[in-house]
């Protein structure tokens, strides 16, 4: 991939605050879990 993006984001306050202090990084997972849907979606596209 390339640069990166500024994005918004709306996420439960709650759940939020939660991975704060499991000390996650929201960008990357955020990132990792797009970059995972997109893989499975072209997957079953590719299976029609």
Do not use: C, F, P, W
Not at 2 to 11: M, P, Q
Not at 14 to 24: H, I, S, T, Y
Not at 30 to 44: D, F
Request: net charge positive; hydrophobic share 40%.
């Amino acid at each position: 991939m390339g640069k990166k993006g500024k994005v918004t984001l709306y996420i439960d306050n709650q759940v939020v605050r939660a991975a704060k202090e499991a000390g996650l990084n929201l960008s990357k997972i955020s990132e990792n879990a797009l970059k995972e849907a997109i893989a499975r979606l072209k997957g079953k596209r590719g299976a029609e």
